[in-house]
C-alpha cells in the first residue's frame, strides 16, 4: 500500500536535506517525484486566475457609495451592513471593519 506524501511530511524533510547539504528531497510515504521547487514538475502551467472579481452589483454599489458621499461609519449605513453580513457569513456574532492606510 503506496501513501502519497503530505506537504506536512515535505515541509518536516526539506530541513534535514537542507542540513544535509544536498538538494535531494528525502523519501518520505513512498514519494516518487521531487516537488516542483526542487526541479520536480510542476502542477500548474497556467497563471492563478486574476483576483478579486466582481461584477455590476459591486459595481454599482461603490458608485453609490462614492457618489452619495457617506463612506464611513458615522455618516452611511453601508458598512453597518457590511458588517452585519460578514458575521452572518463566518458565524460571528459581530464584525468589526477597519480600515488601513498606505
Do not use: I
Amino acid at each position: 500500500m503506496s501513501v502519497e506524501p503530505t506537504r506536512r511530511d515535505f515541509l518536516a524533510t526539506a530541513p534535514v536535506a537542507a542540513a544535509a547539504g544536498t538538494t535531494r528531497l528525502v523519501a518520505t510515504a513512498g514519494a516518487a517525484e521531487k516537488p516542483a521547487m526542487l526541479g520536480g514538475k510542476k502542477v500548474r502551467s497556467e497563471p492563478l486566475p486574476g483576483w478579486p472579481k466582481f461584477d455590476q452589483r459591486e459595481e454599482s454599489a461603490l458608485l453609490e457609495t462614492l457618489h452619495g458621499g457617506q463612506w464611513f461609519h458615522g455618516n452611511g449605513k453601508n458598512v453597518a451592513r457590511f458588517e452585519e453580513a460578514y458575521a452572518k457569513l463566518t458565524g460571528a456574532r459581530a464584525c468589526l471593519a477597519t480600515g488601513q492606510s498606505a
